[in-house]
């Protein structure tokens, strides 16, 4: 049934979150993915009012998060692994950072890309 209590308790919750996703309850009624599904986290806080909403548009089965891989890479920076990775997955890269720290040897061991690139991001301070 169209618009039944789950949706309408979503609806809810969403405007009690300070926001109403239509598109989210809408995609669920035509089979299509949640427009809230990529969302990672949501932190809030104040004053003043600030809210942080961390999201990826990535699909989970996509290969960049799922194949493991093993590689080196020698006298790359940051942002030329983060490129690489991007160029090699289909996707551009828009590595925006003023921090691009510069590495004599990285390695990925068993390891998705997209792990690599989080777990460099986390070391150097780059906030994604």
């Known amino acids: ?18 926001g109403y996703c239509d598109r989210e309850l809408e995609g669920r009624r035509q089979g299509q993915p949640p427009a809230l599904r990529g969302v990672r986290s949501v932190e809030a806080s104040g004053p003043p009012s600030v809210v942080v909403v961390k999201a990826t548009a990535l699909p989970f089965s996509s290969s960049i998060r799922q194949t493991k891989k093993t590689k080196a890479w020698e006298s790359y920076t940051l942002s030329g692994i983060a490129n690489q990775v991007a160029g090699q997955n289909g996707l551009k890269c828009m590595y925006e950072s003023s921090i691009n720290p510069s590495y004599g040897r990285v390695e990925q061991n068993r390891q998705s890309d997209i792990k690599l690139l989080e777990r460099l991001c986390k070391d150097a301070g780059v906030r994604g």
């Open 1 to 18: 049934m169209a618009g039944g209590y789950g949706e309408r308790r979503r609806q809810r919750q969403l405007q009690n979150q300070g």
